[in-house]
């Protein structure tokens, strides 16, 4: 299970990761406190940078459960960092950009060389990803993540009949969208207006953040 670290960037994490342990951490079951069981290397890819970080995980003798403290910017079992695929999914919600489209404004910082075409080896093509994602990768967060969206809306409906929400107030909340989303956002769509209905909040970019990573979740 996944402890979700705030309040951290990713400049000072990669300089020093062990300050998530100094960070009071409690087990979100029963309160009881956390001791360390245990740490891994992981990649993460911004644009033209590659980060390897540090991530720690944490046990709960009294639960038997143990967790992974991971910082706010990764999303589990993604290398490319939360900003980039959150970006891509807030783009197809609120705009009818194509993936090519979205993609010539992520161009790398002066001085750092970009691969003019891309080579037949295997570290060519990781350099070139390096770079900025794939027009695949981005079809593939988008179809990934409104599949996700579909399978748990019955989730979200149920917890907010039993919260006492009204139903009745999703078409104002679906009016925030515009007309030119792309379909297959959907799902994604809706999803993000239940949430905002069940947390009763008005930032829907705090919700978005809050719903991607119940989306990864079991």
């Known amino acids: 299970m996944i402890i979700q670290v705030n309040g951290i960037d990713i400049k000072t994490y990669g300089e020093n990761p062990w300050v998530v342990l100094q960070m009071p951490h409690r087990c979100p079951f029963c309160e009881g406190a956390l001791v360390r069981n245990g740490q891994y290397g992981r990649w993460a890819m911004f644009l033209q940078r590659v980060f390897r970080l540090l991530i720690f995980r944490v046990y709960c003798g009294r639960c038997a459960v143990a ?3 991971l910082p706010h ?11 980039v695929i959150s970006s891509w999914l807030w783009a197809c919600l609120t705009t009818s950009l194509s993936c090519r489209e979205y993609l010539n404004p992520l161009v790398p910082e002066p001085g750092v060389q970009v691969p003019g075409m891309r080579g037949s080896s295997y570290t060519d093509h990781f350099d070139s990803c390096v770079i900025r994602p794939g027009r695949s990768l981005l079809q593939y967060w988008l179809k990934a993540f409104s599949g996700r969206a579909a399978r748990k809306q ?8 039993v919260a006492g929400r009204d ?3 999703l078409p104002v909340l679906a009016s925030s969208f515009p007309g030119k989303m792309r379909q297959k956002a959907a799902p994604l769509a809706l999803a993000l207006c239940l949430c905002s209905l069940l947390l009763s909040s008005p930032s829907l970019d705090l919700v978005f953040d809050r719903l991607l990573v119940f989306l990864l979740g079991p």
Do not use: D, M
């Not at 910017?73 to 900003?83: E, I, M, N, Q, T």
């Not at 019955?154 to 009949?161: D, E, K, T």
């Open 67 to 69: 967790f992974t403290l």
């Open 73 to 83: 910017f990764l999303l589990p079992r993604h290398r490319h960092l939360k900003v």
């Open 167 to 169: 139903l009745k107030e």
């Open 154 to 161: 019955g989730i979200v409906v149920v917890s907010c009949i």
